[in-house]
Structure formats: structure tokens, C-alpha cells
């Protein structure tokens, strides 16, 4: 069974400081994809990123960016000199990449961050 | 380019009632996949279809719940008698081909008295 652990359940951080969400997951699939959302206040999941199991790389995208480690079965996401509209619920998921349930979706229970002017 | 759209936003109804929620996927996405979210449990995969066929729908809580989607551009979820404990926000989610992300609607908030 796929499990995601987002062990921080919330975060208060204070304007321009950097924060990193943790991630961790469990699966037997050899191939699989991760992913991080986020919900505003406003209610509505935007999708951030999208990584595979094949590809470690760090990926930076503005202030955002990921730490994805295979041997550690995580995928850390940090935020660079963060702003109080970074203010949300975030969201790590995993899905398999074949089988029966191909593309569905495993979400972690989300980490509140609270960015305080 | 338009995104999913869920209707209505915001339900409030009387237990007992029928209730539908509807969403319409992005032009082209070949799966869909409605969402319940509670504070409770947090998010949770109700049933997801593939070409408008569904496949896995071990996450419907129990009979009142049912769910079609009679074309690629339209699907409903539907709760019959609704009770309380059927309020949560409904997201539905619509991906593409392959292994693309899943994007969301903006969700229907339901409130059942």
C-alpha cells in the first residue's frame, strides 16, 4: 500500500524567512510520481510540481524549490524568503505509474504554513 | 484555457434530499476523479473514471453515493438521501494522458442540515 507522511502538521514562519515542508513515502512500485499542491485560503488544490522516480534532481522554480532523495524516500519542498501569500495548506502526493490504479492519487494530510508579515 | 469546472460552488440542503454536484473536465483529459475533503479524514479519493469508464470506486462510502459520466465532457456525483455527515468540500480532478498531474476544480462546498 502507498502511504505519504507530511510529519509537520503546521508551520508559522515570519516574512522572508525560509521554510521547508518535509515529505516522506512509502511504495513497493519501482516506478512511481510525486507531486506537491497547494490551497489558499481561497479553498482551491493548484498543482506545483511534478516529479518522477527515475529523476533526483533538484529542481528550483523562483523561490520554490525541491529536494527529491530516493535513499531517504522524500521529497522536501522549501520556500526562499517567503511572503505572506505563500500562506497555505500544502500538499505532498504519489501515484504509480501502471496497473490498476494508474494516476491515482495518494495524498499526504497536508502542512499548514502560516507566513506572518 | 478553461479549467474544471464544478458546479454548483455552494450547496446547502436539508437532510434527506437529493443532492448532484456536476463537473466538467478540461477539453481533452481522459480521466476524472472526484475528491472528498474533510477536516477528519483530509482528502479522500471517492471513485475515478477512464475514458469515461469507471475503474476503482472503493472510495464511495456507501450506497447513497453514486457517480456517471455519460460523456468525456461531463460527469456528476450524487447523494441520495443526503445526511449530515456528507458535509465536506467535493473537488473534482481531471489529467490527461500518461502520467500528467491532475488539475482541480475549485470544489463544491456542501452543507447538509
Known amino acids: 500500500a502507498q502511504k505519504v507522511t507530511q510529519a509537520q502538521t503546521e508551520i508559522s514562519v515570519v516574512e522572508k524567512e525560509d521554510v521547508t515542508l518535509d515529505c516522506v513515502y512509502e511504495?513497493?512500485?519501482?516506478?512511481?510520481?510525486l507531486f506537491w499542491y497547494k490551497q489558499p485560503p481561497s479553498g482551491e488544490l493548484v498543482f506545483l510540481i511534478r516529479?518522477?522516480?527515475?529523476?533526483?534532481q533538484n529542481e528550483i522554480s523562483g523561490r520554490y524549490s525541491w529536494n527529491f532523495q530516493k535513499s531517504t524516500s522524500s521529497f522536501n519542498f522549501t520556500i526562499t524568503a517567503s511572503q505572506v501569500v505563500d500562506s497555505a495548506v500544502y500538499f505532498c502526493?504519489?501515484?504509480?505509474?501502471?496497473?490498476?490504479?494508474?494516476?491515482?492519487?495518494?495524498f499526504g494530510q497536508g502542512t499548514i504554513l502560516t507566513v506572518h508579515p | 484555457d478553461a479549467g474544471v469546472i464544478q458546479s454548483p460552488r455552494h450547496e446547502v440542503t436539508e437532510m434527506g434530499q437529493e443532492v448532484t454536484l456536476r463537473c466538467k473536465p478540461i477539453?481533452?483529459?481522459?480521466?476524472l476523479f472526484w475528491y472528498r475533503q474533510t477536516m477528519m479524514r483530509g482528502l479522500e479519493l471517492l471513485i475515478y473514471?477512464?475514458?469515461?469508464?469507471?475503474?476503482?470506486d472503493s472510495g464511495m462510502p456507501e450506497d447513497r453515493f453514486s457517480a456517471k459520466m455519460p460523456n468525456a465532457s461531463f460527469s456528476t456525483l450524487k447523494i441520495q438521501p443526503s445526511e449530515p455527515r456528507d458535509s465536506a468540500v467535493y473537488f473534482c480532478?481531471?489529467?490527461?494522458?500518461?502520467?500528467?498531474?491532475?488539475?482541480f476544480g475549485d470544489g463544491t462546498r456542501l452543507s447538509i442540515l
Open positions: 477539453s481533452g483529459h481522459n480521466s
Open positions: 516529479r518522477n522516480s527515475f529523476d533526483e
Open positions: 502526493a504519489l501515484s504509480n505509474a501502471g496497473g490498476t490504479s494508474y494516476g491515482k492519487l495518494t
Open positions: 480532478a481531471s489529467k490527461g494522458f500518461g502520467n500528467q498531474p491532475q488539475h
Open positions: 511504495t513497493r512500485d519501482t516506478t512511481y510520481y
Open positions: 473514471f477512464n475514458n469515461n469508464v469507471p475503474i476503482d
